[in-house]
């Protein structure tokens, strides 16, 4: 069986159950891909994996999708920064360097949807660094370079960070697990993920 999950620590977190869980009662080969959202749904049109778990947008109309869970979506920084514990206004956000991911990434694509909200971009930060590692970018913010935002439950992960919102903001996003739309994978789906993810 092929599957992938997002380049993003948040999915290690609750992935690696479900991979002992598989592996423990299935002798198949199991090919599992880390990358971008952006990548991980054109290897699902290319046929070379089965499904994906994405936590970025995807197109409907090519995908269908399993709703896995909702994380929250917070600002993180360190935790001796002005904006720990706080609500925010989006001009006092503006005035801080903004670490995010690469094009391509589902987390920036939210983080982008977010400040076009505000008629804002990332180019209207005082600066803006782009890494594509989370690991780096949580070191980064613990060693006070700037500010990012990520899931709720890699924020917890840490306890030198310190998580901030957007005044007025309540950002929620789903990790759904997708695939190619008529595809037949009820059975591969739940032979990962168990009965319970097909509801």
Same mark, same amino acid.
């Given at each position: 069986?092929e599957?992938?999950? $997002?380049k ?5 977190h609750f &992935?690696? %159950? ?6 423990d009662?299935?002798? *198949? @080969? ?6 971008n959202t ?5 290897l699902?049109? %290319?046929?070379? &994996?089965?499904?994906?778990v ?18 929250p979506?917070?600002?993180i920084c360190?935790? !001796?920064? $002005?904006f720990a514990g706080?609500?925010? #206004?989006?001009?006092q ?5 903004i670490? /995010? #991911?690469?094009? =391509?990434?589902?987390t920036? @694509?939210? &983080?982008?949807? !977010? ?8 180019q #209207?930060?005082? #600066? /803006? ?9 949580? !070191? &980064?913010v613990k060693? =006070?370079? =700037? ?7 890699? @924020?917890?992960?840490? $306890?030198?960070l310190?998580?901030?919102?957007i005044? *007025?903001?309540?950002?929620v996003? !789903? ?6 739309k008529? @595809?037949?994978?009820r ?6 993920? =168990?009965?319970e993810?097909l509801?």
């Amino acid at each position: 069986m092929e599957g992938c999950c $997002p380049k993003c620590i948040v999915a290690l977190h609750f &992935l690696g %159950d479900y991979i002992c869980k598989y592996l423990d009662k299935n002798e *198949g @080969a199991l090919t599992l891909i880390v990358d971008n959202t952006e990548h991980l749904l054109k290897l699902l049109e %290319d046929n070379k &994996l089965d499904f994906a778990v994405v936590e970025g947008f995807f197109g409907k109309d090519r995908f269908d999708s399993i709703l896995l869970r909702r994380e929250p979506f917070v600002g993180i920084c360190r935790k !001796e920064h $002005p904006f720990a514990g706080r609500e925010v #206004r989006i001009d006092q956000l503006l005035q801080q360097t903004i670490i /995010h #991911r690469e094009d =391509g990434s589902g987390t920036r @694509a939210i &983080l982008e949807q !977010e400040l076009s909200g505000y008629n804002e971009s990332l180019q #209207r930060f005082h #600066r /803006h660094i782009c890494i594509s590692s989370f690991k780096l970018i949580l !070191e &980064l913010v613990k060693k =006070g370079y =700037g500010v990012s935002f990520v899931y709720n439950i890699l @924020a917890d992960s840490d $306890p030198d960070l310190a998580k901030f919102t957007i005044q *007025g903001e309540s950002v929620v996003r !789903e990790f759904n697990i997708v695939y190619l739309k008529y @595809a037949d994978l009820r059975e591969k789906i739940c032979s990962f993920w =168990g009965e319970e993810a097909l509801g």
